[in-house]
Each structure stands twice: as structure tokens, then as C-alpha cells.
């Protein structure tokens, strides 16, 4: 998300993310989890209902000029609206020493990201496997089948995925596996470290992870997860990881940081890290956490395992690739030449209008956002 983005999110629908320039308001739809409904019926605020109406009020504008303003009744008419569907565009992928593994050599259905490689044929252990199927999950998706034999093998990846793919499970499960395989006199030794360092461009992702990391660590008792984010008292956080250390920790760079400086004994705990993640790097870049990111991977042991996983590849993903991970990284790309860098499950639409009523328009749409559901939250970032 960039600065000047909107985010509309709710518990139980669909986020929405609305982008605001000089000549354009874009709307666009993310579904949350992957698993989501292949389709926007899952909303709950049809956003078909609004475009109608924006059409609707573009044709009628020149007939009656007071639709050119909001209607008190709370419809949205807006007669010099243009809409459209657009969808993501690609972008320029990676180029580098790294060896890459084609979308075309990893399997698969064509025109689905689930593969065709089950779970239970991989070589992971028995309580992986259990909590993976508690979880409900039966066949790997594409970058969890071309990630996890790399990742097990200890090897340093920048992956490259369609947002929704299932990119959470592909670095978490291998982690665990790391970590679950450790000697148990090391693992006693570690017991107060955190061995595995997720790092998340926002508080909901990271929620979203940690809970993820729940699931697969169901039959693992001696494993724990922890998440330190931004926006909570970083007091109780530190009561919580005084209390009871995890070897999982998911947090976001800027809380991050704060417990490196603020916290006693948080760096020790760092110098035991065996496997630090990325997780949406492309974000955690664009948001401006370069610095912040450097300054907490310096404090991690050099001969770590790094994982980045990214819905595209930009030059300053590429430059950070190169100072975090091993120059014997693997680059896997499992997004197809000409295919589209966004799923399918997300959808986006954009309202071209002019600068003066852009304020209307994103003020009618949450309005009607919030009236449907209570629980929607909006953040704005700017920078």
C-alpha cells in the first residue's frame, strides 16, 4: 500500500483499498485470506450497487444539473464519473545471478495456483502433516510446491507470487521444520531466543500470520508464537515476552525496532535467530522501512537463513536481496511470462473524475461502507 492509500477493512467482508490522485479515485478489492470466495459475492457492500448509481448518474447528469450533487438520501450520482475494471499491471521481473526456477516447471493446474503435489508427499514431519490437514489443507499451491524442497535444503529464496497464493504457509511450514529438527540439547540452550523472524508490513498481516503459525505449530508443544506490532502498549509486550519467550516471533518493523532499543535483553534473544522472513517485501519497502529493516537484520546472526517473499520484484527489492541473503540464493518466480501480477481473486475498478469530487465520491462510499458494517476501520498512510 502506498502513501495517500485508503483502507476500508472489515471482519467479516472483503478490504478495500481506495487510491486517490489529481484525475482518478481507484477502489480496489483484496480478498482476505486464501481462501476467500473466488468472486466479490462474499461482500458485504456491493460495490456494483455504486457503480449503477455512478453510471446511472453520469447519464442523467446533463438532464438535471442537481445531481451533481449528492442526493440527501445518501445515492451516489455523479454525472462526470467514468468507471472501469482495471487489473494489476506486470511489472519488470528481476534480473541477477540468481538461478530460476520457471512457473512452467513447477506443475500445477494451468490457470490455478493450486498444484497438483499433496502435503502428505513432501518430506516434512508427522506433526507438521497433522496440522496441516487439522488446518485443512490438501494440495500444496504453486509457490509452496516450488519454496518448500528449496527452503528445507537450507538454501536463502526471494520468491515471487501472486498475492493469495499461499505464500504464508510456504515459508512458515519449512521454518517449523527448521526449527522443530533442532537438536534438543541447542533447542534447550535456545529456549529463551527467538529462532524464527517474521517481519510484516502491517499489524493485520502480521495478526494474520501469527494465527496462520497457530495452526501449523497445533501438535508442536514445544514451539510458540508471539506478535509485537505497532498501535498496542509495548509495556505488556514486554511483560508477555518476559513471561513466556517464543522461538516465533511475527512482528512489524517499526515496533520491531523500538524493542531492539527499549527493550533489556531483546537483542540477545535476536542473536539466535536461524531464519528471518520477509514477508510482502515489496510493501515493506514501499512503506519506507529500508532503515529499520537493516538495522534489525545487523543484529541477527550473518549465517541465518533469509526468506523473502514478494508480489513483485522492484530495483530496491532486488538491492535488499543482496544485502540480506547469501549470494547462492534461489529466485523463484511463479508468476508466468505475460501473466498478470495480481490474482485473480482480487478485483479492482477505478472512477475516473475530476480533483473537485473526489471528496464526494470516497465520502459516499464509506459512507455506505460503514452503514452496512459497523466494523469497517479506515487508515490513511501518507508520506
Known sequence: MAGGDILLRTHGGLPVLARASPCSLRLRFTA???RAPSSLAAAKVDI?????QLRSGSARGAADPKRQRRVSEGVLAFPRVVTSRIRGADEEEGQGGAPQLDAEKIGGVD??????TRFDQCAISELSLKG???AGYGRMTQVQEATL?????GKDVLAKAKTGTGKTVAFLLPAIEVLSKLPSSQRSQLRSSINLLVMCPTRELANQVAVEAKKLLKYHRSLGVQVVIGGTRITQEQRNMQANPCQILVATPGR??????NTPGFSTRLKGVKVLVLDEADR??????RRDIEKI??????DRQTLLFSATVPEEVRQISHVAMRKDYRFINTVKEGDEETHSQVSQMCMIAPLDLHFSILYDVLKKHVADDADYKVSYLSR
Open 132 to 134: 496441516v490437514k487439522d
Open 32 to 34: 482476505s485470506g486464501r
Open 149 to 153: 524442497p528449496v527452503i528445507l535444503q
Open 256 to 261: 520491531l525496532k523500538d524493542h531492539l532499543e
Open 48 to 52: 456494483g450497487d455504486v457503480v449503477s
Open 111 to 116: 490457470g490455478s495456483y493450486l498444484s497438483e
Open 297 to 302: 537484520m545487523a543484529a541477527t546472526p550473518k
Open 284 to 289: 515493506l519497502l514501499d512503506m519506507g522501512f
